[in-house]
């Protein structure tokens, strides 16, 4: 099991930008994703990234978000550009280590508009 700890969300205005980041206590060999939840929807996936770099995202926040990885600190981030009210939700990050998955304590995301 890996711990995983997500930072940097907060309250911004509609077109601002938030970076997260996620934190493991271990090194992670397999994906790392992203998934957000907004008040009464199911869980979603955001983006994801290999460690050798391979990245997928949900169409909404193609050309808006970056996800990169640095290996070698165990952390993965979320650059959040032009953040939209639909945006707003609690971001957590995910990794599956020895078959196992893990999830971290979730970040609030609040894009007012």
């Known amino acids: 099991q890996v711990q995983l700890v997500e930072s940097g969300g907060g309250l911004v205005q509609a077109g601002g930008s938030l970076r997260l980041s996620c934190a493991a206590s271990d090194m992670v060999i397999g994906i790392m994703s992203w998934y957000r939840q907004a008040p009464g929807k199911q869980r979603e996936p955001v983006a994801s990234?290999?460690?050798?770099?391979?990245?997928r995202y949900v169409d909404s926040v193609k050309d808006r978000f970056t996800i990169s990885r640095d290996n070698g600190k165990n952390t993965m981030y979320l650059q959040m550009n032009r953040l939209k009210p639909e945006d707003t939700a609690v971001y957590y990050c995910?990794?599956?280590?020895?078959?196992?998955?893990?999830w971290g304590q979730g970040t609030q995301v609040t894009v007012s508009s």
């Open positions: 995910h990794a599956v280590r020895l078959g196992v998955d893990n």
């Open positions: 990234i290999t460690r050798a770099g391979v990245i």
